[in-house]
């Protein structure tokens, strides 16, 4: 089973850009999808994105559409979150998930293994 590591979170000003980072370890990554999730204080975590085993993004929430971009390195078995033009909206714990198959998907079922969350904090 795959599992995850995120990084890369951080305080940013209204409008700035971070990008997280998914460390995977595990023979299969190459073969499954990963996805990025939230989690905003008070609310239930939320999908951002997910990319295919291929390297080709699934899906994008409509909040982040055009302002944040999934990528990933197989050869490093890495994931990426691009986040630009960053909200306060934005501000919650962000989950690196290693996907069951080798599509993407916004269900949260659809994931075997969760980082342990990364903090973005974005201030007005």
């Known amino acids: 089973q795959v599992q995850v590591v995120d990084s890369g979170g951080g305080l940013v000003p209204t409008g700035g850009s971070l990008r997280l980072s998914c460390a995977a370890s595990?023979?299969?990554?190459?073969?499954?999808?990963l996805g990025w999730f939230r989690q905003a204080p008070g609310k239930e975590r939320e999908f951002v994105a997910s990319?295919?085993?291929?390297?080709?993004?699934?899906n994008y929430a409509d909040s982040v559409k055009g302002r944040f971009t999934i990528a990933r390195d197989n050869a490093k078995s890495t994931g990426y979150l691009q986040m630009t033009n960053l909200e306060p909206e934005d501000t919650a714990v962000y989950y690196c998930?290693?996907?069951?198959?080798?599509?993407?998907?916004?269900?949260?079922?659809?994931?075997?293994?969760w980082g342990q969350g990364t903090q973005v904090i974005v201030s007005s």
């Open positions: 998930a290693a996907g069951r198959f080798q599509f993407g998907s916004p269900r949260d079922y659809d994931y075997s293994s």
């Open positions: 990319i295919n085993s291929h390297g080709t993004p699934d």
């Open positions: 595990g023979r299969t990554f190459n073969f499954i999808a």
